[in-house]
């Protein structure tokens, strides 16, 4: 029985680590298996950001320096919590909100410049917001 109880706490503390919830337990993604740059910090879950937006966050931590996550993946009821939009890109891993030094002018027109980047956009909170979707900004 004990081991049967064991074997279920580590699936679901897996679970939880791999479902989007990378704050859970101080677990903040795979990066040590994908060889992500230390100049990017995940506060969330770093699997499921597609690779083509990597390659960008890639590029903003090369030109404004370290590059703070802290959003990607969400479920559907943390996406109502914080006031996401009903088919955010967030839902389905194709989204990144994150932080970074550098005037918020130029870091949108460096993010616009990105072929990879559909939406963007900057937030009065300080963070911005790139997706793979259509070309746009709100």
Not at 1 to 10: E, G, H, Q, Y
Not at 68 to 76: A, L, N, Q
Request: with cysteine; aromatic share 10%; charged share 20%.
């Amino acid at each position: 029985m004990a081991s049967r109880l064991k074997t279920v706490a580590i699936l679901v503390v897996l679970g939880l680590a791999l479902s989007g919830c990378g704050s859970v337990a101080g677990v903040t993604g795979l990066g040590w298996m994908t060889g992500s740059s230390d100049a990017i910090a995940y506060n969330d879950t770093e699997w499921c950001v597609p690779r083509k937006l990597k390659k960008v966050l890639n590029r903003v931590a090369a030109t404004y320096g370290p590059v703070k996550v802290h959003s990607t993946k969400r479920w559907w009821l943390e996406n109502w919590w914080k006031g996401g939009a009903k088919d955010s890109y967030h839902l389905n891993c194709r989204a990144v909100d994150f932080s970074v030094n550098g005037s918020p002018a130029s870091v949108i027109a460096f993010l616009k410049a990105q072929p990879e980047v559909g939406g963007y956009k900057h937030y009065s909170s300080g963070h911005y917001h790139i997706d793979t979707g259509p070309r746009r900004t709100w």
